[in-house]
């Protein structure tokens, strides 16, 4: 019975709510990717936060600082929308630091050049957008709402990151190279973000179903190129594949896929920066418990003085 009218509430498009009835591996595909979603937020401020002391003018370090922060809001919005579903953000919090939740394979590269966060912005946040958008329409209420918000604010950072690469892409010849350079790195994991194959991929099939997931990785990889594509002309930036062709029988860009070997490595802890991402957000974490403990304290001095 409850069963059935769970079924029928994801086939109607009405929302699942946190006291709903449902499903349990439904609860726990939830958790798992609102949780990872939410670990890529906090950890993807990394390589962006790298940047902060050397943007190269004080409008550029008061817009990336801007943006970084914002991915701490939305690190704590989907935290939030994760705890609706019975987890702490404490134990999930743990459950990263100690390598057993994953975060996205991106953040595991490097920010070599002041023009990575110009890439980072245009194509990583692009890729994102094309990934969140469709998330707007989750089955789950909660995690449908916070995309809105997420979505719109990704959308303001894939602009300054087009505009960062437009300006270096019409400066000096240096600066055009360093943006090519760039593009160069951060093509083949950007398309790897939307995850293996949809078939090799373990849940595109029951996440549709439930429509948590909209659609398959290869769609929305298929969607993220068309959109890109016209981009880089407007740019004047090469995308590194010569396997980029219109294909007109199929309305579609053709193009070569990414290597899903190295995807592969890098989910497993074996990219060129995981380790250190993981340190960082460890020893940040460590660093800031004595604000978890003065909060908690607060907190239980003003319950005993309104119980009193
Ligand atoms: N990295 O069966 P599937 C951002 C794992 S955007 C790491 O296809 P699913 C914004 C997957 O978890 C980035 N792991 O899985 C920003 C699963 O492993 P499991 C975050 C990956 O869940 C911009 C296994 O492989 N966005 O942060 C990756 O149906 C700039 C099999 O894969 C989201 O998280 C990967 N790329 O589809 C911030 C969006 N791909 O759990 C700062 C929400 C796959 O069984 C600066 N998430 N895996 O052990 C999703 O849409 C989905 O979870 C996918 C994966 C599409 C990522």
Known sequence: MLQLEFDERVAADDRV?????????????????????????????????????????????????????????????????????????????ELLLAGRQKYSSIFNYPTLTWADIGAIGWLVDGAAITNQVPLCRCSYGPYARAMVRICKEESFHQRQGFEILYTLGHGTPGQKAMAQDAVDRWWW?????????????????????????????DELRQRFVDMTVPQADALGLALPDDGIAWNAERGHYDFTEPDYAELTAVIEGNGPCNAERIAVRRAAHEDGAWVREAAAAYAAKRAGREAA
């Open 17 to 93: 709510e946190p006291r709903d009835w449902m499903p349990d591996a439904y609860r726990s595909t939830l958790i798992r990717q609102i949780a990872q979603h939410a670990h890529s937020e906090i950890i993807g401020m990394q390589p962006e936060g790298n940047w902060i002391t050397r943007a190269p003018s004080l409008k550029r370090k008061a817009i990336l600082i801007a943006k970084v922060q914002d991915e701490a809001g939305h690190g704590l919005y989907l935290y939030s929308a994760a705890e609706t579903l019975g987890v702490d953000r404490d134990e999930l919090v």
């Open 189 to 217: 994991p950007s398309l790897m973000m939307f995850g293996p194959p949809d078939a090799a991929s373990t849940h595109t099939g029951q996440s549709t179903a439930w429509k948590i997931k909209r659609f398959g990785n």
